[in-house]
């Protein structure tokens, strides 16, 4: 850390060292004009300097600023230090996601209340045409309320020197566990990216451990294209929504990071399973009932039961229910 308490930069004065990572480092600062805590990124010198560019970080700042969600960190504005840009942010009393998940899994209940709060927070990002990219628990702050912001959207991005090739595919950039398949292979990304590496976040927090781990970034981007993490034990519902989330093509995973909160919330809520689940068992209770009702009924001659698919033919469902050949049983 380069910078020691009671050193200024503008109008803010360091109080302390928050860490620092492959971007740069952070400080907790004070602004001495408002008297109000904030938190300064001071960005690596070698990285390229994206105010330049026409896609560069001023213009994406006022997006990024733009953004008024209570699980998005405030971006309040950009200066300049020795040469350095300074990103000046809101201050989370909290702790990262990454420590809390040194100390192991986390119960459900806890998993649910982050998981909605990050998955509303991104879902108002996507709406707003801006994708994080970079997603993980190093880039999820969780205050002393229990509640989450999300730091560092579009940065990856906005610190790529080839921003405009990653529009049109041909650059690789986040972090190799968090990567979606067509990240890793440096394929054009969209909002389902960041639903792959939500589903890898919801696994960590249930597993205490990442979803992909190679010996080296290569051969964790190698999984992450080829191979599917252990399911998640216990917990049929949340593993379902994990599975989906992590599937390799973007095509087989939600429609969007609003589905996923939707899920979630329902499984929260005290629904023990996520809504197309409610639904296949429904429709299995519905034949169920036939059968017995019909079965009771032996004596008199009864009309076949008719049967009507509730769940839509493009959802995509865990299974179906398989009558037995009596007509009394269905298994799930």
Avoid at 20 to 35: F, I, N, P, S
Avoid at 152 to 180: H, N, P, R, V, W
Wanted: contains cysteine; glycine residues 10%.
């Amino acid at each position: 850390m380069s910078l020691a308490a009671g050193e200024k930069i503008g109008p803010y004065e360091i109080v302390a060292p928050l860490g620092a990572g492959g971007m740069g480092e952070v400080y907790k600062a004070r602004d001495t004009r408002l008297g109000r805590l904030v938190a300064l990124k001071l960005l690596h010198s070698g990285n390229p300097a994206p105010r330049k560019s026409p896609h560069g970080l001023d213009r994406e700042a006022r997006v990024l600023s733009a953004l008024n969600h209570p699980g998005i960190v405030t971006i309040h504005e950009l200066l300049e230090h020795d040469g350095r840009d300074v990103i000046v942010m809101e201050f989370v009393d909290g702790e990262p996601l990454d420590h809390i998940l040194t100390r192991g899994p986390l119960p459900m209940a806890t998993i649910l209340d982050l998981g909605v709060g990050v998955a509303d927070a991104l879902a108002k990002a996507h709406a707003a045409g801006v994708i994080h990219r970079d997603l993980k628990p190093g880039n999820i702050l969780v205050n002393r309320d229990g509640r989450t912001k999300i730091v560092d959207f579009g940065i990856a991005k906005l610190l790529d020197a080839q921003a405009q090739a990653l529009e049109s595919g041909g650059t690789i950039a986040g972090t190799a566990s968090y990567m979606a398949p067509e990240q890793t292979s440096g394929k054009r990304s969209d909002a389902r990216a960041d639903v792959f590496t939500f589903g890898a976040v919801l696994y960590e927090m249930a597993t205490g451990r990442k979803a992909f781990s190679g010996t080296s970034a290569a051969r964790t981007m190698q999984q992450v294209r080829e191979i599917d993490p252990p399911p998640i034990a216990g917990q049929p519902a949340l593993a379902g929504i994990v599975t989906r989330c992590l599937r390799k093509h973007p095509e087989d995973r939600y429609r969007s990071m609003e589905e996923v909160r939707r899920e979630l919330a329902a499984l929260r809520g005290g629904g023990k399973f996520p809504v197309h689940w409610r639904v296949a068992v429904v429709a299995a209770a519905v034949v169920l009932s036939a059968a017995v009702y019909f079965g009771v009924r032996a004596t008199a001659p009864a009309p076949a039961p008719q049967l009507t698919r509730l769940t839509p033919p493009s959802e995509w469902v865990y299974s179906r229910p398989v009558i037995s050949p009596d007509g009394k049983t269905v298994a799930m």
